[in-house]
DNA sequence: AGTATATGTTCCGCGTTTAGACAAATTCCC
DNA sequence: GGGAATTTGTCTAAACGCGGAACATATACT
């Protein structure tokens, strides 16, 4: 039931329609490929004529193209198989990190087309935008990838998408930068931009089968050195006013509790950033100044979970704690969103096994209803790089999106 | 950007570029009336025999009627003026709380036909739909108000409006009720059932007029007994997986703080609440049994806010506690939504002249960006009855809602 | 070889927008 | 007072796309 601003409508044309049934259709054949006209018409309650119509029209603009016949079930003619056209088009997935800058090729359909290539990031946006150019040229060179239909890049920050600009990134050290346009310029290819967040939360968005329910409305909690999280409500990523709906990171457990890097205190990242779970492992306050010297520089929390794993008792107390902690920010998410499925990333996940009981024991804790305790949780492994799945999401999704109506 | 769900979408039939031209036209009408047929044509940019079509339509299902004719602003002939007809048409919107249930009729477009009618809450389900039942009768046979279109009913607690019934209330004492259906029964006439936290948010989205951009995007809190919210994401509620979505009351300000009702700690509510604020000027502690001795028992917050303006230090300074712990928590929400606007109900408002500065301060303190800080924040006062007007949206706004595409 | 069945195409009907013409109504101007 | 200009509202034909059914094609079973 959702109103109809009466500022900003879209009145339904002619073409309305079958853009509509287009789009359906499309997204059809890319959940059910390979597909028939005839079973296409059946899922979408229309005549095989519509079907062949709205068909001809996608083979027309190469979205999709009939592959081999497929095996007749019964007796009767035997079916063409439609499939999703992602051959010659690529996309690329650009995540920027503080530490590294990673670079993924898929198709249009997000299969990975080539591995991972990775490069330290230079902080000044001039030098990097030069060097991401001179990366993704060779790399589109180098592969039998046809051309590249845009460029999707993910940022961990405060991003404004219409405008191209990185508002405010504070590990990168970046306040309006504009990213987008010059890296266009350079490769003349358009080039999508997105809070890293809201990045992975489009990638399961988009990338989830089967139970679809619970991917439209969900939350993507990521964790690293920050804890930044996407919302998606109803199949569509909330963005808020100012593009940065989903900071629960910087919601408190505690007004009174450690300085976190926003300048307040006790939210919810100093409790279970990495940094946060290091320290608590080396005994540092955590309102000090971050841990940097040379036994701490180089130790990382999958070092700090392998510890754990082999049986150092203080290392599992730390990630334990902070398990705890991440299960009552949860709970908070889960009072105040309800989502259907909660999906978790970062390096904490490789200790899943080790700290699930825990933080379903939190999320029990403070969770408000029944239901809320037994909300999904879904790991998202690093294998999977949500972030450059997001990233890449960024420029395929559109094709596939819902006409804008009413 | 919405993704299609594959599992669940809808098709668009010959018919479907009609209804959802025709629930604009209709929007438009509610917004601008009165307006001429070629007014319309021009808002909705489409030819003056699509529009003189949409309207007969309406005209037909006497959604509008035609009024006088409008003066011609230059030469040419005069405009026949279109109305939304709410004659002979009424809703009724019934507010159970507590202690008090209140009743109020008013027309289609939400204008307020009678007096808001009263009565104490009987906690007992049966008798309670009874009395609902015998008084919703004797209000619509007083009044020449026309035939009922549907009944609204409004919460404190968590419902399932599919089902139709109360899953939880706590100040009701009331676990799996089902309402809707008896009612229903009673009267012969439909019923809507909603939480009222969300129903607050429904007036807000339905009856704000100008800036409707905030209205579409914007977070209610009311703050009574509990802290209940109803979150507004692209002009349509957000209910969450189970409806509980809005219990931000529940979000911790400080894990380790005082005991909430809700069995948990340190709660937003438990610190905000009006018992929260009445705990706190009689110097109990808030982790204790709820003030309910001789003094206390009538003492309510607008007492309170009449000795704070009286000058009482100490029911300023309870005041001021609470004006601060509410900012903070309009931070997180402003943190995790980036609402556009936030919408304030509740007694504590009526001393909003003298906690402002302060509540702005903290939301300023604790959000993460200077955008952040500057969220638009609207008071609704009691008087324009926020929950009423939201029980009569439930079944007033499904009328002008936008169809379900796609 | 004949029949049954499934797929994919084609044709016509009908609802809706699009475009333009036209009558009715009203003011302006001579 | 009368004609021109302008605006409103209706009407008709064309274009677009779904709805339904017929038809050709292709395959399996008997």
Excluded at 9 to 26: D, M, P
Excluded at 119 to 126: L, R
Excluded at 129 to 148: F, M, N, Y
Excluded at 355 to 373: C, H, Y
Aim: aromatic fraction near 4%.
């Amino acid at each position: 039931m959702r109103k109809i601003n009466p500022h900003d409508f879209k009145v339904a044309r002619r073409g309305t329609t079958r853009e509509i049934n287009r789009q359906i259709a499309l997204n059809l054949i890319r959940t059910h490929q390979p597909i028939s006209r005839a079973d296409l018409a059946r899922l979408m309650n229309v005549r095989r004529g519509v079907a062949s119509l709205l068909v001809s029209e996608l083979l027309s603009e190469s979205l999709i193209f009939e592959g081999a016949l497929g095996e007749a079930v019964g007796r009767g003619r035997r079916p063409t198989f439609l499939y999703i056209d992602s051959r010659q088009r690529c996309v690329v997935g650009v995540d920027i990190r503080a530490s590294r800058t990673y670079i993924l090729v898929t198709d249009l359909m997000g299969k990975q087309l080539g591995v991972v290539s990775s490069f330290q990031t230079n902080k000044d946006v001039a030098v990097l935008t030069q060097e991401l150019a001179r990366r993704i040229k060779q790399t589109l060179a180098d592969k039998e990838v046809g051309s590249c239909a845009g460029i999707g890049v993910v940022v961990p920050g405060m991003v404004d998408p219409a405008l191209g600009g990185v508002l405010h990134a504070p590990t990168l050290g970046w306040r309006d930068v504009n990213l987008r346009d010059p890296l266009a310029a350079a490769l003349g290819i358009p080039v999508q931009i997105e809070n890293s967040g809201k990045a992975c939360a489009l990638a399961q968005l988009w990338t989830t089968r089967g139970d679809m329910v619970a991917a439209t409305n969900s939350v993507f909690v990521s964790i690293s050195d920050g804890v930044g999280t996407g919302i998606v409500v109803n199949g569509e990523l909330m963005r808020g006013r100012h593009n940065t709906a989903g900071e629960f990171g910087h919601v408190p457990l505690s007004i009174d509790g450690p300085r976190c890097s926003c300048g307040a205190t006790g939210c919810w990242e100093s409790y279970v950033s990495n940094l946060a779970t290091l320290s608590r492992y080396f005994g540092h306050d955590l309102a000090e100044a971050r841990p940097r010297d040379a036994e701490t520089a180089s130790f990382t929390v999958e070092d700090l979970i392998a510890r754990a794993r082999a049986g150092d008792a203080k290392a599992l107390a730390a990630i334990n704690s902070t398990a705890r902690y991440l299960g009552l920010g949860l709970a908070s998410i889960i009072n105040s969103l309800d989502p259907a499925r909660i999906y978790i990333g970062g390096e904490i996940t490789t200790a899943w096994s080790l700290i699930e009981p825990i933080v379903r024991g939190a999320v029990r804790e403070r969770t408000l209803t029944d239901f809320g305790g037994t909300t999904e949780i879904h790991i998202v492994p690093a294998e999977e790089h949500p972030r450059l799945r997001g990233a890449v999401a960024l420029v395929a999704a559109p094709a596939f999106a819902a006409p804008m109506v009413a």
